[in-house]
């Protein structure tokens, strides 16, 4: 298969947003106006073929480019003994941190530029309802805090599910407008019915650099700035918080240092605000050895992190199996995408929603790390708090 890759504008003068190229139908991953975002499927893949995939193409265009090269975008899922899934879009379009645009297509299709149309106000109703029954939820919390005490475990996260039913199929594009006009700073993803805008960077490989941004440790946002710095003070200072916190950091730092030549981070977590929660989190920069890390290995190595899933990984794992109650299919594993040479990015797959077939069912997830401390009923709040990001986004004309 032969792919033809030009500076964008050789194509068009406007300036075309990711959101509206992807529109309702394709792929999207995006920050900050950075990112990704494809049209039509030229070839879906396993996670497992997709690097000989990107391997065979004949590609027309600049091979020395950051964002220049063709790319894979999909997800791989919370369970690791499950292949990941990716596309080739037909089209694409890449914009990168330095500024550039650049676009690929299949050579023998037709360039489309056109901004996806935006679907008039609609006057859907919803009716929320829950997955996992709350008794439930607040069970496996006691359970694993129980596991964690008696020392079986340091971390495990419990996650939880409700069900938003629409009358008419919701409006894709415009749900990512949303999300971008309230989570323009997170990592907003649009992938095969799975939407969502995670503020949690996995791993970033751009050449010999390689970035992570974990975060763990949550608290909620008012709107009201005095009593959100305040709260997020009480996270900073929170020993439940920062125990759930550095078990995280340590994982990713001990995955990744074996492939870098440095690997830094901050000395001290920091908070990260969006619009309705707050996070602990510390940024991780390194630069790679050789050879050179891929980022879809790295992704796999990774995910999911202690953020999602535990620690010990596979201890942590089997108890989340038996007492969680839910089948998290693509929510807490990663999302992203990766080019010919093995750079690209792959966010947490949170604050989502998977959408049914005929999009009038969302169904959204959200979790909590468990540990000695931890208190059912206040984490099922923090379930609570973490659900409006996608809930806001979709019910909101």
């Known amino acids: 298969m032969k792919i033809v890759v030009r500076p964008l504008k050789d194509f068009t003068d406007a300036t075309l947003d990711l959101n509206d190229f992807c529109g309702s139908n394709g792929q999207l991953f995006v920050r900050d106006g950075v990112g990704v975002a494809g049209r039509g499927i030229a070839a879906r893949v396993s996670s497992s073929d997709a690097r000989t995939l990107l391997e065979s193409l004949d590609i027309d265009g600049p091979r020395d480019e950051h964002g220049a090269l063709p790319f894979l975008i999909g997800?791989?899922?919370?369970?690791r003994s499950l292949t990941g899934d990716f596309v080739l879009p037909q089209q694409w379009i890449s914009k990168t941190h330095d500024g550039h645009a650049w676009f690929g297509m299949v050579e023998g299709t037709t360039p489309d530029l056109?901004?996806?149309?935006?679907?008039?106000t609609s006057s859907n109703s919803y009716r929320i309802k829950p997955g996992v029954a709350v008794d439930q939820y607040l069970s496996a919390?006691?359970?694993i805090r129980d596991a964690v005490r008696?020392?079986?475990?340091?971390?495990?996260?419990?996650?939880r599910d409700v069900l938003v039913e629409a009358t008419d199929p919701i409006d894709v594009h415009g749900l990512l407008l949303r999300l971008k006009a309230s989570f323009g700073s997170s990592y907003r993803y649009s992938y095969d019915g799975l939407i969502g805008a995670s503020p949690e960077l996995l791993v970033e490989i751009r050449g010999a650099e390689i970035f992570s941004h974990p975060l763990a440790g949550t608290t909620p946002r008012t709107g009201d700035p005095a009593t959100d710095e305040a709260l997020a003070a009480d996270l900073l200072a929170s020993a439940k918080n920062q125990i759930e916190h550095r078990v995280v950091i340590d994982m990713v730092h001990d995955t990744l240092l074996p492939h870098c030549s440095y690997l830094d981070w901050?000395?001290?977590?920091?908070v990260v605000k969006v619009a309705n929660v707050q996070h602990l989190g510390t940024r991780l920069q390194g630069a790679l050895s050789s050879p050179r890390l891929h980022v879809l290995e790295a992704a796999y190595m990774l995910s999911p992190t202690p953020a999602l899933g535990g620690f010990p990984r596979d201890?942590?794992?089997?108890?989340?199996?038996r007492h969680e109650g839910l089948d998290r299919g693509r929510y807490g594993g990663a999302i992203g995408w990766f080019d010919t040479q093995g750079d690209g990015a792959f966010a947490v797959t949170i604050r989502c929603a998977e959408l049914s077939a005929d999009r009038r069912t969302a169904r959204l997830f959200a979790g909590g790390g468990i540990v000695a401390d931890s208190e059912p009923n206040a984490e099922l709040a923090e379930t609570q708090a973490k659900f409006q990001a996608m809930l806001a986004a979709i019910i909101r004309p």
């Open 75 to 79: 997800a791989l899922p919370f369970d």
């Open 114 to 120: 056109a901004p996806a149309e935006r679907a008039p």
């Open 150 to 159: 008696r020392g079986e475990i340091t971390k495990a996260v419990i996650a």
């Open 141 to 143: 919390v006691a359970e």
């Open 315 to 321: 201890e942590a794992l089997a108890l989340i199996a």
């Open 266 to 270: 901050e000395p001290e977590p920091t």
